[in-house]
């Protein structure tokens, strides 16, 4: 049985780091690619040398050409610049997004089974981007935000009441912005709803802190996080290789469902060997639908923004 195969498209920090936990975790050989030369090679080489020492035996190349991802049944993005000073958003988005274009080109010419998982930002319109570029079919193209947001609120609030983190269970939704929508009915830590053990107003200050969170690592490291984000895409990766039926909240493309049609927005889905099988709706409570709404009009806004630069639907 041949080995599963992983591109890694981007070889920076979280890219480095996800081909790190593919070689740990074994999920198959692994191909990194960036446009920087040396770099992807580079990673590649000194993970390789890692193998004899953890035992793992996977092939790892580094690459600037896509005729290596050839076949790859699961393609994880990180490609594309971050902001710089001076650089307007549309700016930014015009960049990535002329990025995604050859990202997505090359993934839909070489890989045109795989699932692909999109973790660059501005994350909502990114993934629009490999939806519409790539045309796969919406079960297989996703954006990772949601797990990593969640992960955030369930360590803030094992923290609070000094428990396992095992013990929290949590979701956030909507767009990956600062309103997103961490879903205090649905928190729950070992079965007992959150409010019942944490005040109101404490509650609002931990939601607060989630939806800062990756400010909160910019200004500490003076760049993004990379070693949370890299394990969230691996948890949806591993959904699908091992067919889990995992439910995880995703950016996953709405057709009616949350009232919301024809774009991207992070909800509950199911994630196994059809990649996206099925969305979750979820009563919200008035508060929360709210919110969703208010991040779901800024997904509009933002993808509406990136339109100039998209293929049209
Ligand atoms: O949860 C989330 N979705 C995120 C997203 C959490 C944290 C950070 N998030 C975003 O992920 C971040 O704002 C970036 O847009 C991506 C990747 O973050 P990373 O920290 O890995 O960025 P790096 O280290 O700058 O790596 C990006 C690499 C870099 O090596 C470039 O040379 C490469 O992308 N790059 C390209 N690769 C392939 N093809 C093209 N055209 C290209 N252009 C740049």
Do not use: W
Not at 77 to 86: D, E, N
Not at 111 to 119: K, L, M, Q, W
Request: aromatic share 6%; hydrophobic share 45%.
């Amino acid at each position: 049985m041949a080995r599963r195969k992983i591109a890694l498209i981007g070889a920076g920090m979280i890219g480095g780091t996800l081909a790190h936990l593919c070689a740990l975790k074994r999920l198959g050989d692994v191909v990194l690619f960036d446009v920087v030369e040396g770099l992807p090679q580079g990673k590649a080489l000194d993970l390789l040398e890692a193998g004899p020492i953890e035992g793992f035996d996977a092939q790892i190349i580094g690459t600037n050409t896509y005729d290596d991802i050839e076949g790859a049944d699961v393609c994880i993005v990180t490609a594309g610049l971050p902001r710089k000073p001076g650089m307007s958003r549309d700016d930014l988005l015009s960049v990535n997004t002329k990025i995604m274009n050859d990202v997505a080109t090359n993934i839909r010419n070489r890989a045109p089974h795989a699932f692909v998982i999109v973790i660059t930002n501005p994350l909502d319109a990114m993934v629009t981007a490999m939806k519409r570029i790539t045309g796969f079919p919406k079960q297989r193209v996703v954006g990772q935000a949601g797990v990593l947001d969640s992960a955030r609120y369930r360590t803030f609030i094992a923290m609070e009441l000094g428990v396992s983190v095992a013990s929290v269970s949590a979701i956030v939704l909507g767009g990956h912005g600062d309103d997103m929508v961490p879903v205090r009915s649905y928190c729950h830590v070992g079965g007992v709803p959150v409010e019942k053990l944490i005040a109101a107003a404490r509650l609002d200050a931990i939601e607060a802190r989630v939806r800062q969170a990756g400010g909160e690592i910019v200004n500490l490291l003076k760049t993004s996080a990379f070693y949370s984000p890299a394990h969230a895409a691996i948890l949806m990766a591993e959904a699908y290789l091992y067919d889990r039926k995992q439910v995880l909240p995703c950016a996953a493309l709405l057709e009616g469902e949350y009232g919301v049609d024809g774009f991207y927005v992070g909800v509950p889905v199911v994630i196994g060997g059809g990649g996206v099988e099925r969305v979750i709706e979820i009563e919200l409570t008035g508060a929360e639908r709210k919110a969703l709404d208010v991040s779901v009009s800024h997904v509009r806004e933002l993808v509406t923004a990136a339109e100039k630069f998209l293929p049209t639907a």
